[in-house]
């Protein structure tokens, strides 16, 4: 039996994305966003803790890409430091097609949530076959959910925090065991 609170996870997710786009004023107009002219770009949904780390990275290289952002106070930001930006929901098909995903190389989903990201890709794998989509999970479920829809690489935060505590954790034991090495054992000494 499916539990009540998937489906009203499923009514809040599609009153969301039925929501007409106030915040895009090509939206507001109905006018279609205009799509840009990036080719052989990477589309990076979400500008917070985890995208705009990406973000950075990219603008550093001067890699071309494209950041849509569903927060109006990040959008003012982003244009201000000449980021290429689109704003709006990247799972309604309106947003994500005026990504250009059919002539771009990457799409990095740094969003938390695994349904609209599902939605996400779905679309920019049947836009593209060939464009490399990297996502973010937080349980192995999404991880599954994520690549059974055409994701290539899904990162599970909480699997990448545990990884960095196991090699610090490696690299304090390993610096102490120089200092104090164990003594030989005895039964190793016959
Ligand atoms: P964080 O969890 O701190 O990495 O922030 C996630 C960022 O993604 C926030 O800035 C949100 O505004 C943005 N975001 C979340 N969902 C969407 C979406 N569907 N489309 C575009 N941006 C989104």
Do not use: C
């Not at 927060?71 to 005026?98: P, W, Y």
């Amino acid at each position: 039996m499916l539990n009540p609170l998937v489906f009203a996870v499923v009514d809040w997710l599609t009153a969301r994305l039925e929501k007409p786009e106030i915040a895009s004023p090509a939206a507001a107009t109905s006018e279609p966003i205009p799509t840009t002219d990036l080719q052989d770009h990477t589309i990076l949904v979400g500008y917070g803790r985890v995208g705009s780390i990406v973000g950075d990275a990219l603008h550093e290289r001067n890699a071309p890409f494209l950041a849509v952002e569903a927060s109006d106070d990040m959008v003012a930001k982003l244009k201000q430091r000449g980021i290429e930006t689109l704003m709006g929901n990247a799972a309604r098909a309106s947003v994500l097609r005026a990504t250009n995903p059919a002539a771009a190389r990457s799409l990095v989903i740094a969003i938390p949530e695994a349904f609209e990201a599902g939605q996400i890709v779905e679309q920019a794998r049947a836009a593209n076959a060939d464009i490399q989509i990297i996502a973010r999970a937080h349980s192995d479920a999404e991880v599954d959910h994520l690549k059974g829809l055409g994701a290539d690489i899904v990162i599970m935060g909480e699997r990448e925090i545990a990884r960095g505590m196991i090699e610090e954790l490696d690299r304090r034991h390993a610096a102490v065991v120089t200092q104090h090495p164990p003594a030989a054992r005895e039964d190793s000494a016959a």
